[in-house]
Nanobody, 134 residues
Framework: QVQLVESGGGSVQAGGSLRLSCAAS????????MAWFRQAPGKEREGVARIGDGIGGVRQTYNDSVRGRFTISRDNAANTLYLQMNSLKPEDTAMYYC?????????????????????????WGQGTQVTVSS
């Protein structure tokens, strides 16, 4: 049984940093498409970043709203996913969820379609709250 447990959320001021972790059990993160999604009150859940093996090696994909500020990574030995968040903005405030699907990451004709495809992921963590104040 695959289980995902997030940690690392908290409250920071704008411009600050946080590092989220997602400890996985039951299946290797190295054989999975792993992603971070977030959901703010009254908004749809959206993909923030994802990582998976692709042609030529590990491939990371980012939502345009976080590219250059957030970095997704994984530690295969620890079976853990990370999200380093720098230069945080108030609009980053949300509940952040770790998600996983066995196998590779799906790709679409619309390169940004993955950000709204939460149903592609079989397994979800309980979420960790990130609050950024101005």
């Amino acid at each position: 049984q695959v289980q995902l447990v997030e940690s690392g959320g908290g409250s920071v001021q704008a411009g600050g940093s946080l590092r989220l972790s997602c400890a996985a059990s039951g299946y290797p993160v190295s054989l999975s498409c792993m992603a971070w999604f977030r959901q703010a009150p009254g908004k749809e859940r959206e993909g923030v970043a994802r990582i998976g093996d692709g042609i030529g090696g590990v491939r990371q994909t980012y939502n345009d709203s976080v590219r250059g500020r957030f970095t997704i990574s994984r530690d295969n030995a620890a079976n853990t996913l990370y999200l380093q968040m720098n230069s945080l903005k108030p609009e980053d405030t949300a509940m952040y969820y770790c998600a996983a699907r066995k196998g590779g990451c799906p790709y679409y004709t619309d390169a940004s379609a993955w950000t709204v495809r939460s149903l592609d992921y079989e397994y979800w963590g309980q979420g960790t709250q990130v609050t950024v104040s101005s």
